[in-house]
């Protein structure tokens, strides 16, 4: 498997420390992904341009977003619509970069979205983001 999710990564670093190696990298508290608020330590894939409307907010990798609905306070637009090709901005409020591609299995056209980053998806992404992952190297 190519992609590592913190949880995965946690448990290694648990593991390794045990072992009497230090480990230098930094695991976050987790947040509350899929509750379409952004809190630290998640990509936010936003329904609107501008980071508006409501928000598909991750923590962990997600190789598929079929089956998964924006959610978030009542009357923000896009809420109950699918998030799978349906993303027209994004916040990155992580401490790390993120990939996401055009097709589910992080196939397909593949971009960076550096931490800290927001911006309107660009032609090639808008409305065609299927699944997204953290890079873990990234800290």
């Known amino acids: 498997m190519k992609v590592v999710n913190r949880k995965r990564f946690a448990g290694l670093a648990v593991v390794l420390a045990g072992a009497g190696v230090v480990v230098a ?9 899929r509750n379409g608020y952004l809190e630290s330590y998640e990509l936010g894939l936003y329904y609107n341009s ?4 409501c928000v598909f907010d991750l923590e962990f990798d997600n190789e598929n977003f079929a089956g998964f609905y ?3 306070p009542s009357g923000c637009a896009g809420r109950g619509e699918k998030t799978n090709d349906n993303t027209a901005s994004y916040y990155n409020n992580d ?4 990939k996401v591609a055009t097709d589910k299995d992080y196939d397909g056209n593949v971009g960076t979205i550096p931490k800290g980053y927001r911006g309107n998806a660009t032609v090639n992404f ?7 992952y953290p890079l873990l190297g990234s800290l």
């Open 25 to 33: 990298a930094a695991i976050p508290a987790a947040a509350s992904q």
């Open 70 to 72: 924006f959610t978030g």
């Open 50 to 53: 501008g980071q508006g409307g």
């Open 126 to 132: 808008k409305n065609k983001i299927s699944s997204a």
């Open 95 to 98: 401490v790390l970069a993120w």
